[in-house]
């Protein structure tokens, strides 16, 4: 006999998630993903300057606001086959890392390890116990009695006002958490600690950016940042060795705690590097790139299929045919008119919503195909491929994390564990261990070039008459992103967004084939259907980013319904 068990909404995210399971023997039998909002922002660029897209984009999210930025600008550049000037690809290289830096520590301390840790349970841990088991795993200098104590007086002191803040609601001595009250401890500690370092990669963000989130300074032909090193208004040294020491003290946070603590706690969960995996069809795209034309990258990005890393493609450039001739997107169960799977240049964006139906449409998400098959998308794709194809930073910080899990578990692990929930966390903490040396080689890489005399930040745009098309791709945090526009006389005439989240939360396509999340909790246990906690576990390890938070009011102004965060 089966549980149908209802989600809605998935909280701990960016936007409106319903997800639905049947559960059966303890363990979920089938899945429905469905994004509950629509997004529109397609409709809202027709007639436009394609100029402006770039602005209006980045409010497609309130997180996801810079990768839609760059994704935009990418796509109109393709168009018109314009090259950028070197400063400027180095200064976009700079904020992307930096805001993916903050991202993804955002992602694990604030959105999902709540999924793992018993913050009830730290009360009990001994301050200096865990010191000890810290100091063993690390040399991050906080890893101190005096702190360790600091924030269990301070959680303490939560507890008995009634005032647990961000911890209320969670799902406290649920059977699945398993850490011991020290690693609890341990754990909620660095939560804290976090606040601090995502900051400061934001700082970086909004120091070259003009202001995060939605930055200021992209253009259509490179940035608007203005270089003269002796002038306090424009970009200078002084503003340039600061952001060399916040993100040096990001990439210091990276190595000694965020790469620790992911591979330490999933190695005291070793049953989920079975649970999870769903789709092994793999996507990416390079991104860093290291010349004016985006020939020539820092991160590479390729296909993988079946899970066979020995089997990598690799994209090539901006301009290259295998990723531009292969992206299509199936509505068949998506909110819109029609049944069709079309390329994104040949798509239109008519909204056609029904009630929920199984069989039927039940999403306003859209089903991305690569070559007709479903693709994962995300850190672990992206390190999938970089490892296959002999990335030397993702190798070391891959290999090192691994070791440290495998000490830990008691077993020998290996890339193949990646495929999986714990994997994908695994694969976000290694990958923003190499965009932290990554954004300080490539501000080097600045540095160096403005040493040289160049200053130039931008050429100039030039539309020509008749129907141009292009597509700008950006590995975003959560994944492959990619913005395809079509130009006629100087106006947009068709834009899509095909975004990490459409790839990974898509409902089944016309073949009746489900999407990346759908797949992965197939098979996940369920200890307590009442308190469905492992669902939340896989679903978060994706990252899920369905658009910025609305509230529901009837005329009068009042609120419908209370929603418990999960």
């Given at each position: 006999?089966?549980?149908?068990i209802?989600?809605?909404?998935?909280t701990?995210?960016?936007?409106h998630?319903?997800?639905?399971?049947?559960v059966g023997?303890?363990?979920?039998?089938?899945?429905w993903?469905?994004?509950?909002?629509?997004?529109?922002?397609?409709?809202?660029?027709q007639?436009?300057?394609?100029?402006d897209?770039?602005?209006i984009?980045?409010?497609?999210c309130?997180?996801?606001?810079?990768?839609?930025?760059?994704?935009?600008?990418r796509?109109?550049e393709?168009?018109?086959?314009?090259?950028i000037?070197?400063?400027?690809q180095?200064?976009?290289?700079?904020?992307?890392?930096s805001?993916?830096?903050?991202?993804?520590?955002?992602?694990?301390y604030?959105?999902?390890?709540?999924?793992?840790v018993?913050?009830v349970?730290a009360?009990?841990?001994d301050?200096?116990?865990?010191?000890?088991?810290?100091?063993?795993?690390?040399?991050w200098?906080?890893?101190?009695?005096?702190?360790f104590?600091a924030?269990?007086?301070?959680?303490t002191?939560?507890?008995?006002?009634?005032?647990?803040?961000?911890?209320?609601n969670?799902?406290?001595g649920?059977?699945?958490?398993?850490?011991?009250?020290?690693?609890?401890?341990?754990?909620?500690?660095h939560?804290?600690q976090?606040?601090?370092?995502q900051?400061?990669?934001?700082?970086a963000?909004?120091?070259?950016?003009s202001k995060?989130?939605?930055?200021?300074n992209?253009?259509?032909?490179?940035?608007?940042?203005a270089?003269?090193l002796?002038?306090d208004?424009?970009?200078?040294?002084?503003?340039?060795?600061?952001i060399?020491?916040?993100?040096?003290e990001?990439?210091?946070?990276?190595?000694?705690?965020?790469?620790?603590?992911?591979?330490?706690?999933?190695?005291?969960?070793?049953?989920w590097l079975?649970?999870?995996a769903?789709?092994?069809?793999?996507?990416?795209v390079?991104?860093?790139?290291?010349?004016?034309?985006?020939t020539?990258?820092d991160?590479?990005?390729g296909?993988?299929?079946n899970?066979?890393?020995?089997?990598?493609k690799?994209?090539e450039?901006?301009?290259d045919p295998y990723?531009?001739?292969?992206?299509?997107?199936?509505?068949a169960?998506s909110?819109?008119?029609?049944?069709?799977?079309?390329?994104?240049y040949?798509?239109?964006?008519?909204?056609?919503?029904?009630e929920f139906?199984d069989n039927?449409?039940?999403?306003?998400v859209?089903?991305?195909?690569?070559?007709?098959?479903?693709?994962q998308v995300?850190p672990?794709?992206?390190i999938?491929?970089?490892y296959?194809?002999?990335?030397?930073?993702?190798?070391?910080?891959?290999?090192?994390?691994?070791?440290l899990?495998s000490k830990?578990?008691g077993?020998?692990l290996?890339?193949?564990?990646?495929?999986?929930?714990?994997g994908r966390?695994l694969a976000?903490?290694?990958r923003?261990?190499?965009l932290a040396?990554?954004?300080?080689g490539?501000?080097?890489?600045?540095?160096?070039?403005?040493?040289?005399g160049?200053?130039?930040?931008?050429?100039?745009?030039v539309?020509?008459?008749g129907?141009?098309?292009?597509?700008g791709?950006?590995?975003?945090?959560r994944g492959?992103?990619?913005?395809?526009?079509?130009?006629?006389?100087?106006?947009?005439?068709?834009?899509?967004?095909?975004?990490?989240?459409?790839?990974?939360?898509?409902?089944?396509?016309d073949?009746?084939?489900?999407?990346?999340?759908?797949?992965s909790?197939l098979?996940?246990?369920?200890?307590?259907?009442?308190?469905?906690?492992?669902?939340?576990?896989?679903?978060?390890?994706?990252?899920?980013?369905?658009?910025?938070?609305?509230?529901?009011l009837?005329?009068?102004g009042?609120?419908?319904?209370?929603v418990?965060?999960l």
């Amino acid at each position: 006999m089966t549980k149908r068990i209802v989600i809605d909404p998935i909280t701990r995210i960016e936007g409106h998630l319903r997800i639905d399971v049947e559960v059966g023997g303890g363990s979920v039998r089938n899945a429905w993903s469905s994004g509950q909002m629509w997004r529109g922002i397609e409709v809202i660029l027709q007639g436009r300057d394609p100029r402006d897209a770039w602005v209006i984009t980045q409010r497609i999210c309130g997180v996801c606001t810079t990768v839609h930025a760059i994704a935009s600008v990418r796509a109109v550049e393709n168009a018109l086959e314009l090259e950028i000037p070197l400063n400027a690809q180095l200064i976009r290289n700079v904020i992307l890392a930096s805001h993916a830096l903050h991202d993804h520590i955002v992602h694990f301390y604030h959105l999902s390890a709540l999924d793992w840790v018993d913050v009830v349970s730290a009360l009990k841990g001994d301050p200096k116990k865990t010191a000890r088991l810290a100091q063993s795993l690390s040399p991050w200098p906080r890893n101190s009695v005096k702190e360790f104590k600091a924030v269990k007086d301070k959680l303490t002191a939560f507890v008995q006002r009634g005032q647990l803040g961000p911890f209320t609601n969670g799902y406290w001595g649920h059977p699945a958490m398993k850490l011991s009250p020290e690693v609890n401890l341990l754990a909620v500690t660095h939560y804290l600690q976090a606040l601090e370092y995502q900051r400061k990669a934001n700082q970086a963000v909004a120091v070259l950016g003009s202001k995060t989130p939605n930055i200021q300074n992209l253009a259509v032909g490179g940035v608007a940042n203005a270089i003269n090193l002796d002038d306090d208004q424009t970009l200078n040294m002084a503003k340039l060795y600061w952001i060399k020491d916040l993100l040096e003290e990001v990439k210091t946070f990276v190595e000694q705690v965020y790469l620790i603590d992911v591979a330490a706690i999933g190695a005291m969960y070793p049953e989920w590097l079975g649970y999870g995996a769903g789709v092994k069809n793999y996507l990416s795209v390079p991104d860093m790139p290291l010349d004016t034309r985006g020939t020539k990258f820092d991160i590479p990005g390729g296909t993988i299929f079946n899970g066979n890393l020995k089997g990598a493609k690799l994209f090539e450039s901006f301009e290259d045919p295998y990723f531009r001739d292969n992206v299509t997107e199936c509505i068949a169960h998506s909110w819109y008119d029609g049944d069709w799977t079309r390329h994104p240049y040949e798509e239109e964006t008519v909204p056609h919503y029904t009630e929920f139906q199984d069989n039927g449409k039940y999403s306003w998400v859209k089903s991305p195909r690569f070559q007709g098959k479903p693709m994962q998308v995300g850190p672990l794709s992206q390190i999938l491929v970089a490892y296959a194809s002999g990335h030397e930073l993702t190798k070391k910080y891959l290999t090192q994390a691994i070791s440290l899990a495998s000490k830990i578990a008691g077993v020998q692990l290996g890339p193949k564990h990646l495929h999986s929930t714990l994997g994908r966390h695994l694969a976000r903490a290694v990958r923003a261990a190499v965009l932290a040396n990554q954004a300080i080689g490539h501000w080097q890489l600045l540095v160096n070039n403005i040493a040289t005399g160049d200053v130039a930040t931008f050429n100039a745009p030039v539309f020509p008459k008749g129907e141009v098309q292009g597509f700008g791709f950006h590995e975003a945090p959560r994944g492959t992103l990619s913005h395809w526009v079509v130009i006629k006389n100087g106006k947009i005439v068709n834009y899509q967004c095909v975004v990490p989240t459409t790839w990974n939360a898509g409902p089944r396509d016309d073949r009746g084939v489900k999407g990346p999340y759908e797949a992965s909790l197939l098979g996940n246990p369920i200890a307590d259907p009442e308190r469905p906690l492992e669902v939340l576990r896989t679903v978060h390890s994706f990252d899920p980013c369905l658009a910025c938070a609305i509230h529901t009011l009837d005329p009068a102004g009042k609120e419908i319904v209370k929603v418990r965060a999960l």
